[in-house]
């Protein structure tokens, strides 16, 4: 199981359209992805349950799969976040 | 057989065409538990209107990228993927298998539990999701129950609209070249929907309270808005004679049409100078097209409508710089962020308030957001540069305020200046005096502000102490009552005395008979809906000042609205 934490350095944290390309990012790939923050966690494939998870701003995030192209890839994608 | 209905005429002009009602109420529906075996049904019917909102908010998203933007569109991205979530899916799959919920219904847990959860969240933006996941269900569950929500933004025929009333993000997507006309239950002459539908020129009655019973989706619907007239199914006799007015209708727009190029000038050669108010870069060509000396009023409002977060200060100025430019060099006064109240933008997350008129509103809210604030100064202070622009702030009621803004503007201009950022210096700025504590203290607040604007709706309110939203007292809001008139004579007086400037840019500078009060007692620049500008100035142009002014010295003598009345009609 690959998995790695990276913080939301934005200021609107993952906004409507940050957070769909989050979702359309992770659906491009086969394996299952899990995203947590603090006690909670939920699909990286899911939209509807990654709102519950409140990320803003400072929010630190696991990213867990058994692919970790997946988990780099998705992190990536936090860190650049414009 | 023709039904007749009135209601409050807000937006001049006459239109025939088929109504097109739009329902806002919740959606009602049966939610007794499904039986045994319904399951599998339930489920289909689930996925069915799963499916046709997908495909209808796919033709939205579409529309609104071609004719809005790529920003809002986004908004319904991010809708669309919500709707097609797996998770989201079987949630409500186990509510119509576990617990026997029928589809709506399984919909309307699963949607509100969700909101609900929102609503708890920390992050200001997440918790005004809330909002988009009700109404998204609200449009799944129309589906479920085989009704099509119509979205205004997607309407290819010349209708009526007809409702309860709309919103501002209803408004702000319409088609003026389709909607017809405009038709409301709720609402009177200072509501959103009469300021959108005048500054589109769209003809619109609202508070017609009989409108949705009298008139059913598709009936022929000849609303005449000059004559408070609106007939539902005419025959066809009505019908000509409609067609009649009409043409008179035309005939006097030409007329009007051919002093646009005449000054507003009385009889005994004053000018009196009439300004447009506009709410986005697309009314300032239509008000120049119609004589306007100037915008005496931009509500930046609009542009913070139908987005998902506040527009920055690099769009906010292109805005601002755009109007500038098209106003060519005349005068362009831009109101700072005026919401709350009536005016309210999901994403701000604003809480709600016991009486939200009296809450945190206009400048109050602009002090509680330093950041966005900030962020609007800037773009104001640096569309400077493109022509003659005065910054004006809404809602205030004390010294402290005015003193606030001002160092407001200057830490703005600070920033600016450390940015290395170009602007405009020692801009013009005013404020609105629509509180009773701004004119009660006018000749203080004069001595530190450019000038003044009266927002005779907000005033009018605030003086007789009548929400100017309730329909139940519409009746007590009366801008000629001598209470108000009395507030105005203090503002006019203070700003007059003081050599400064006093325009009026309520719904009164756009009405034939307060106009001539208002120029008679002193007031010399009048800003309203593009639209009224030309019957102004012909009532401008057919009047001495002299006249004007014993008029006015009359009235403000009188101690009460209907007196007031009574003697403005002997003037006209």
């Given at each position: 199981m690959a998995s790695k934490t990276v913080t939301i350095q934005t200021e609107?944290?993952?906004h409507t359209r940050p957070a769909a390309e989050f979702v359309k990012l992770a659906k491009s790939f086969d394996s299952d992805i899990t995203v947590s923050v603090g006690d909670k966690d939920a699909s990286a494939k899911s939209l509807f349950k990654l709102?519950?998870?409140?990320?803003?701003?400072g929010s630190e995030l696991i990213i867990e799969s058994n692919d970790q192209t997946a988990v780099n890839a998705l992190c990536d994608f936090v860190i650049n976040l414009a | 057989m023709t039904t007749q209905i009135t209601g409050i005429p807000v937006s001049p002009g006459l239109a025939t065409a088929p109504a097109l009602i739009i329902r806002n109420a919740p959606p009602t529906f049966d939610r007794t538990p499904i039986a045994e075996g319904e399951a599998a049904a339930e489920t289909d019917r689930l996925k069915a209107a799963l499916g046709a909102s997908a495909e209808q908010l796919t033709t939205i998203m579409e529309r609104v990228r071609a004719k809005v933007g790529e920003e809002q569109a986004a908004i319904f991205e991010g809708h669309l993927m919500i709707l097609e979530d797996e998770e989201l899916a079987e949630a409500l799959i186990e509510k119509i298998r576990e617990?026997?919920?029928?589809a709506p219904a399984a919909v309307e847990a699963v949607s509100e539990e969700h909101a609900s959860a929102l609503e708890q969240l920390d992050d200001e933006y997440l918790r005004a999701r809330a909002v988009d996941m009700r109404d998204l269900a609200r449009r799944v569950i129309l589906n479920c129950l085989g009704v099509t929500p119509t979205s205004l933004s997607t309407i290819d025929s010349d209708v009526v609209l007809v409702a309860d009333d709309l919103s501002p993000s209803q408004t702000a997507v319409l088609d003026p070249a389709r909607v017809k006309a405009i038709i409301t239950e709720k609402g009177n002459r200072t509501s959103h929907t009469a300021i959108m539908a005048a500054s589109m020129e769209i003809p619109a009655v609202v508070g017609a309270p009989a409108a949705l019973s009298s008139i059913k989706e598709g009936d022929m619907v000849a609303v005449n808005a000059e004559d408070n007239v609106i007939l539902v199914n005419p025959t066809a006799e009505e019908l000509g004679g409609f067609a009649e007015r009409i043409r008179a209708f035309e005939q006097e727009r030409l007329e009007l049409a051919a002093?646009?190029?005449?000054?507003?000038?009385?009889?005994?050669?004053v000018h009196i100078k009439l300004a447009a108010n506009v709410?986005?870069?697309?009314d300032a060509r239509p008000a120049v097209e119609k004589g306007?000396?100037?915008?005496?009023?931009?509500?930046?409002e609009f542009l913070f409508m139908e987005r998902a977060e506040s527009p920055n200060e690099e769009e906010q100025y292109q805005a601002f710089k755009s109007v500038v430019e098209a106003m060519n060099g005349q005068p362009v006064v831009i109101r700072t962020l005026d919401v709350g109240g009536d005016k309210d933008l999901p994403y701000l997350a604003l809480p709600d308030e016991e009486n939200p008129f009296l809450g945190c509103r206009g400048i109050r809210l602009c002090f509680e957001r330093p950041r966005e604030f900030r962020a609007q100064l800037r773009a104001l202070l640096r569309a400077g540069l493109h022509g003659d622009v005065r910054i004006m702030a809404p809602m205030i009621s004390s010294l402290d305020e005015v003193r606030g803004l001002r160092q407001a503007l200057k830490e703005a201009a600070e920033s600016l200046e450390a940015d290395g950022v170009k602007y405009a210096k020692d801009m013009p700025l005013g404020i609105m005096v629509e509180t009773p504590a701004a004119a009660l203290l006018a000749q203080h607040f004069i001595k530190e502000v450019d000038f003044f604007s009266i927002g005779t709706n907000d005033l009018t309110q605030y003086t007789l102490a009548v929400?100017?939203?309730?329909t139940r007292i519409?009746?007590?809001?009366?801008?000629?009552?001598p209470a108000v008139l009395q507030a105005m004579k203090l503002t006019v007086d203070a700003a007059r005395n003081a050599g400064k400037g006093i325009c009026v840019c309520g719904q009164m500078a756009g009405d034939v008979r307060s106009a001539l009060l208002l120029i008679g007692m002193g007031v010399k620049e009048l800003s309203m809906s593009a639209v009224h500008i030309p019957r102004i100035k012909k009532a401008v142009r057919e009047h001495r000042l002299t006249e004007l002014r014993d008029l006015a010295e009359r009235v403000l003598s009188l101690p009460t609205a209907a007196e007031v009345k009574a003697e403005l009609a002997k003037q006209t």
């Open positions: 609107n944290g993952l709102q519950l998870l409140g990320m803003s701003k | 617990q026997r919920y029928n002093l646009r190029d005449l000054p507003a000038e009385t009889t005994d050669g709410g986005s870069p697309d306007a000396e100037g915008v005496g009023l931009y509500r930046v929400d100017r939203m309730n519409a009746d007590l809001y009366e801008p000629l009552s």
